[in-house]
């Protein structure tokens, strides 16, 4: 296993790069570094003159490059080298890679068995016999600490790198256990907001519209029967509106999937018509939208043609809001006033393009109704946030003759947001 794939996973990408890097250049010392051992122990006891011994001791040097793809055969060319050559480094350092890449403990007990022998048998033989005096149990004791040390450091290392894989799955199964847990208190308080929409705005809003239409089918006034029609039909709309945000509420990520359609800039043209207000509207596509025009400027209406390009879904879903949001307040506190809704492109094709709203009004003609309204103060705090979440910025404030002027910008960039 790579060591680059064990990481926390909560390691940014840049953390993973540097450590890969740091890991292949691990990978590469950790198989440079034994053959230059390999070489210096094969000059230093054979010397630079050419030989059998010496050719031998540089052949075992050098197979340890193989020693992690095939470390019984090098095990095996590192003892002929030591029997021969009478190297040390090569043979133990092929030992530890058997005993620490192995699991068999037959195969680690015969390497560290054939490795003493190879270290106490001398070549060539002559007149060899294994003596029980102080210096023959020395050498028996020397070999056999030489045999073993290798293999026991190797089984060690095997050790310590299964645990750490272990330690290393369990963090990420914590990790992963967290965010399930996380996602799990998210759906809960999903499916708690949308009992609460759905139990108490979602009845005053049925309650509304039952109203209405009893008022539409009591009145004698034609006016006031159509008042009564426009309030019973703003209130269904809501109320599929709001079924849609329960829907997307209780699907949890998968917003959009809910019974209704998200609102887009193809849907201004209605929401202006029905807004009761004076409305010029100016959409993308009706005009040209380059932004050699400002905003202040008057260029008369346009009919509300809808847009031809299409924007992203959560952009065009935040410019309907915003100009919503401005019609509510123009009806609420700027009755009478005539409104001009400004939709366009700014820095079309480039990577700072953004969709802009504008929706100016007049200064009032008639005086507000006198009727309290909930003036919580979170209409604008939303578009607000609803730009910042798109990578934009939303404007309000009054204007030199009196009226009141929103802007808001989103960027068209598929990543925002």
Request: proline share 6%; glycine share 10%; hydrophobic share 45%.
């Amino acid at each position: 296993m790579n060591p680059a794939t064990r990481l926390a996973p909560g390691l940014t990408a840049a953390h993973r790069q540097v450590a890969g890097a740091a890991a292949a250049h691990r990978h590469a010392l950790g198989l440079v570094l034994p053959v230059a051992l390999g070489l210096l122990d094969a000059f230093l006891v054979n010397g630079a003159r050419p030989g059998s011994e010496l050719g031998v001791s540089v052949a075992a040097a050098l197979a340890l490059l193989l020693r992690r793809r095939l470390p019984v055969a090098v095990l095996a060319v590192t003892l002929l080298g030591m029997y021969l050559g009478y190297i040390w480094f090569a043979p133990l350092i092929a030992l530890y890679t058997v005993t620490s890449r192995r699991s068999s403990n037959v195969l680690a007990v015969a390497g560290a068995v054939a490795l003493a022998l190879a270290h106490y048998i001398p070549y060539p033989l002559g007149g060899f016999v294994p003596a029980a005096d102080r210096q023959g149990l020395l050498d028996v004791l020397d070999s056999c600490v030489q045999g073993a040390a290798p293999a026991v450091f190797g089984r060690w290392a095997r050790t310590r790198r299964q645990l750490d894989e272990r330690v290393q799955e369990l963090m990420a199964s914590r990790h992963r256990e967290a965010e399930l847990l996380a996602e799990r208190v998210v759906a809960t308080e999903r499916e708690r907001l949308a009992r609460e929409m759905h139990d108490v705005v979602a009845h005053q809003v049925s309650l509304i519209s039952v109203q209405a239409g009893a008022l539409q089918m009591t009145c004698c006034q034609d006016s006031s029967r159509d008042l009564a029609r426009t309030v019973r039909e703003l209130a269904v709309r809501t109320l599929t509106e709001l079924r849609h945000m329960v829907g997307a509420l209780r699907a949890g990520r998968g917003a959009g999937s809910g019974s209704g359609t998200p609102p887009r800039l193809t849907d201004l043209p209605a929401l202006t018509e029905e807004s009761g207000l004076v409305v010029t509207l100016e959409l993308p596509g009706s005009q040209d939208d380059g932004g050699g025009q400002d905003e202040d400027q008057d260029s008369g209406p346009v009919g509300g043609s809808a847009p031809r390009a299409v924007f992203p879904e959560a952009v065009e879903r935040a410019a309907y809001r915003t100009v919503q949001e401005a019609l509510t307040n123009v009806r609420k506190h700027a009755p009478g006033a005539h409104v001009r809704v400004t939709v366009r492109v700014r820095d079309s094709g480039t990577a700072d393009a953004r969709l802009t709203v504008a929706v100016r009004n007049s200064p009032p003609t008639a005086l507000p109704r006198p009727q309290t309204y909930p003036e919580g103060g979170h209409g604008l705090l939303g578009l607000r946030e609803r730009a910042l979440l798109l990578d934009g910025a939303c404007h309000a404030g009054p204007t030199a003759d009196g009226g009141f002027l929103l802007t808001a910008a989103f960027a068209l960039d598929a990543r925002a947001g």
